[in-house]
């Protein structure tokens, strides 16, 4: 049975309104969030840890909304290009590379970075994803993983739809619930229609969602248009797949009418730091949401990004609407914040799980270190936040009510064993 833990005089971002910030005491019993208020006389209860709260401040942990977990191994591999001589001549020819174990290895090595950096919910979307089940299984952090589908220009593309059904569907709901599943065609120019509407077919029959690249490039939405007549999130609407939870990467590019159809979406996930590092264009964040639209952020793969962590996303987020809109009350530090957190839950259709501090809520929860000097005086945490934090700010980050990382020590990994297992398989690797 996991202990009951009291996070003590702490300062609670509950990310739910920015005036229900609050200091006082946090409770966390069989892995809920059990109370969250005033300080109280605790003293009584049996088998208590008290985590001491001064100077710290607890959030919702971070959902990074898209990854692509086990690409950690090419970071730094091929940076400065254009997505498709990056993807096609560097990416992809080193992924038919990879063997039987190295997905789990670079997912650890991914999972290392999320945890120290207050991630406690990932979306992936990748190959060999019950190597990345196994990761989650075994490191306690949460997850919407599936099995990536590329079929243009493939024989017999249904056995790879059998394949990621079958993942989706053996791994739902595993790992004590941590691990959801979704399937993921992985964009209208490696998925012809044919295929999307097998895949539509199989999600509905099967009650599952969608995590999809989709207006990603010019390029990308002029392609569409031409072969089918229709922008991306045009041509899904027309074979059907906005009746799905959809998970929608990037919408850089959304034409007028694409934006009633991207508002039926669980989530569109801007991936800003990806986008600008591609020059794949700048996402029209402000228009997303006047539309209605649910934002989560994301960093994409490590490769393209090259960290895993948010908050890099949620300052270039809030800086880039700004300048974009040359309006700088544009996408504010609790907006851009609440993305990161309850945004990416409602992406994920987990906002009743996760997301917010709330009574009831599983205690995914991440604290940070306010005793550093750029983080000093503190008048507002929303600010510090989004605009000040670094990653190595957090000290400490528990999910299900598990600590995963305590006084910036893992629990759950050992960081140098998976470092050095990493550097050995990718000699390996390039070498083949
Ligand atoms: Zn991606």
Same mark, same amino acid.
């Given at each position: 049975?996991?202990?009951?833990?009291?996070?003590?005089g702490? %300062?609670?971002l509950?990310?739910?309104?920015?005036?229900?910030?609050?200091?006082?005491?946090l409770?966390?019993?069989?892995?809920?969030?059990?109370?969250?208020?005033p @300080?109280?006389?605790?003293?009584?209860?049996?088998g208590?840890?008290?985590?001491?709260?001064?100077?710290?401040?607890?959030?919702?942990?971070?959902?990074?909304?898209?990854?692509h977990l086990?690409?950690?191994?090419?970071?730094?591999?091929?940076d400065?290009m254009?997505?498709?001589?990056?993807?096609?001549?560097k990416?992809?020819p080193?992924?038919?590379?990879?063997q039987?174990?190295d997905?789990?290895?670079?997912s650890?090595?991914?999972?290392?970075?999320?945890?120290?950096?207050?991630v406690? %919910?990932?979306?992936?979307?990748?190959?060999?994803?019950d190597?990345?089940?196994?990761?989650?299984?075994?490191?306690?952090i949460?997850?919407?993983?599936s099995?990536?589908?590329?079929?243009?220009?493939?024989?017999?593309?249904?056995r790879?739809?059998?394949?990621?059904?079958?993942?989706?569907?053996?791994?739902?709901?595993?790992?004590?619930?941590?691990?959801?599943?979704?399937?993921?065609p992985?964009?209208?120019?490696?998925?012809?229609?044919?295929?999307?509407?097998l895949?539509?077919?199989?999600?509905?029959?099967?009650?599952?969602?969608?995590?999809?690249h989709?207006?990603e490039?010019q390029k990308?939405?002029?392609?569409?248009?031409s072969?089918y007549?229709a922008t991306?999130p045009g041509?899904?609407q027309?074979?059907?797949?906005?009746?799905?939870?959809?998970?929608?990467?990037?919408?850089?590019?959304?034409?007028?009418?694409?934006?009633?159809?991207?508002?039926?979406?669980?989530?569109?996930?801007?991936c800003p730091? @990806?986008?600008?590092?591609?020059?794949?264009?700048?996402?029209?964040?402000?228009?997303?949401?006047? @539309?209605?639209?649910?934002?989560?952020?994301?960093t994409d793969?490590?490769?393209?990004n090259?960290r895993?962590?948010m908050?890099?996303?949620i300052k270039t987020?809030?800086?880039?609407?700004?300048?974009?809109?040359?309006?700088?009350?544009?996408l504010?530090?609790?907006?851009?914040?609440q993305?990161?957190?309850?945004?990416?839950?409602?992406?994920?259709?987990?906002?009743?799980?996760?997301?917010?501090?709330?009574?009831?809520?599983?205690?995914?929860?991440a604290?940070f270190?306010f005793?550093?000097?750029?983080? %000093?005086?503190?008048?507002?945490?929303?600010?510090?936040?989004?605009?000040?934090?670094l990653?190595?700010d957090?000290?400490?980050v528990?999910?299900?009510?598990?600590?995963l990382?305590?006084d910036?020590?893992?629990?759950?990994?050992?960081r140098? @064993?998976?470092?050095?297992?990493?550097?050995?398989?990718?000699?390996?690797?390039?070498?083949?």
């Amino acid at each position: 049975m996991k202990p009951a833990i009291l996070l003590k005089g702490i %300062t609670i971002l509950p990310m739910t309104q920015p005036e229900d910030l609050l200091e006082g005491d946090l409770m966390v019993r069989h892995g809920r969030i059990a109370y969250l208020g005033p @300080s109280r006389n605790w003293e009584d209860e049996e088998g208590l840890e008290v985590y001491q709260g001064e100077n710290k401040v607890a959030i919702p942990g971070f959902v990074n909304a898209h990854t692509h977990l086990g690409m950690t191994f090419l970071r730094g591999f091929a940076d400065d290009m254009d997505l498709h001589t990056w993807l096609v001549d560097k990416i992809w020819p080193m992924e038919t590379k990879l063997q039987p174990g190295d997905v789990y290895s670079f997912s650890l090595l991914g999972a290392l970075e999320l945890i120290a950096a207050g991630v406690t %919910t990932f979306a992936d979307m990748y190959w060999s994803m019950d190597e990345a089940a196994r990761v989650v299984t075994e490191c306690g952090i949460r997850a919407s993983l599936s099995q990536a589908l590329i079929v243009t220009g493939k024989d017999h593309p249904e056995r790879y739809l059998e394949d990621g059904l079958r993942f989706a569907l053996e791994n739902r709901g595993a790992a004590e619930g941590r691990i959801t599943t979704m399937l993921a065609p992985h964009a209208v120019y490696t998925c012809p229609p044919a295929f999307l509407k097998l895949v539509r077919e199989a999600a509905m029959r099967e009650g599952l969602g969608l995590h999809i690249h989709l207006s990603e490039t010019q390029k990308e939405v002029e392609d569409c248009r031409s072969a089918y007549g229709a922008t991306p999130p045009g041509l899904l609407q027309k074979l059907g797949l906005f009746e799905l939870p959809i998970l929608a990467i990037h919408c850089i590019w959304p034409e007028e009418g694409d934006f009633p159809i991207l508002a039926q979406a669980r989530g569109v996930v801007h991936c800003p730091t @990806s986008n600008l590092k591609i020059a794949a264009g700048i996402s029209p964040v402000t228009e997303l949401l006047s @539309s209605g639209i649910n934002l989560a952020l994301g960093t994409d793969g490590a490769c393209s990004n090259n960290r895993l962590e948010m908050l890099q996303e949620i300052k270039t987020a809030a800086i880039l609407a700004k300048a974009r809109t040359g309006d700088p009350k544009a996408l504010p530090a609790f907006q851009a914040l609440q993305m990161a957190t309850l945004g990416g839950a409602r992406a994920l259709g987990l906002e009743d799980q996760i997301g917010a501090l709330e009574v009831g809520k599983q205690a995914d929860i991440a604290i940070f270190d306010f005793d550093a000097p750029h983080l %000093t005086p503190c008048f507002d945490p929303y600010s510090h936040l989004a605009y000040a934090a670094l990653p190595s700010d957090v000290t400490a980050v528990m999910v299900q009510g598990r600590w995963l990382y305590k006084d910036r020590r893992f629990l759950t990994l050992d960081r140098q @064993s998976v470092q050095q297992e990493t550097v050995e398989r990718v000699e390996k690797l390039m070498s083949r």
